[in-house]
């Protein structure tokens, strides 16, 4: 068992209306790429990854993203798990025989939401998926001091929707 915040089930309603909801929903049953921009524990990183679709988060909370890389390095039979920067690829699969032909990714990155587009160059992603973080206030990195977290979406959203592919979706 994995001690995440959110609850799994309402966390994979979000993936799944993320990916029916966009334009890529008939490829819903191939490896699509999601992306959680403020991934906390991995929740939504880990539901995609059931879905068997590959994972990618970010997460500025350092704590966080270390129990994410302890989880996966404990219960996951094959990880990469070596730091680029601020950045952890796990490489996984059921068996030897799916890693070798089809394997699945979790990309995990330290660093704060509002550059996401930085970390994840060009049009990746085909759909957007996170359990907010509510009745909190939050800091960004950039200098500013905590802010509401409408006041974060406003400028989160802009970098979020640079990395979306075109007819991508968001559930939020």
């Known amino acids: 068992k994995y ?5 799994e ?3 994979g309603m979000l993936v799944n209306l993320a990916v029916f909801s966009s334009e890529y929903a008939k490829w819903f049953d191939r490896p699509l790429q999601v992306l959680d921009p ?3 524990r991995g929740t939504t990183l880990f539901e995609a990854l059931r879905r068997d679709y590959d994972a990618s988060g970010v ?3 350092k704590t966080d993203v270390a129990e994410v890389r302890k989880f996966l390095k404990k ?8 730091s680029v920067g601020t950045r952890t690829r796990f490489t996984l699969a059921e068996n030897a025989e799916r890693f070798r032909e089809d394997p699945r990714t979790l990309t995990l990155t330290l660093g704060d939401t509002l550059l996401t587009d930085r970390f994840y160059k060009g049009r990746t ?3 957007l998926a996170c359990d907010l973080p509510y009745g909190v206030q939050h800091e960004s990195r950039d200098g500013q001091s905590k802010v509401a977290l409408d006041k974060l979406m406003a400028r989160a959203l802009r970098a979020w929707q640079k990395v979306l592919l ?3 979706a968001v559930a939020l």
Request: aromatic share 10%; proline share 4%; glycine share 14%.
């Open 3 to 7: 001690k995440g915040k959110t609850n």
């Open 9 to 11: 089930m309402f966390t």
């Open 38 to 40: 403020m991934c906390g």
């Open 59 to 61: 997460e500025i909370d």
């Open 75 to 82: 219960y996951c039979m094959t990880a990469d798990g070596k």
């Open 125 to 127: 992603f085909h759909a």
């Open 166 to 168: 075109p007819g991508a």
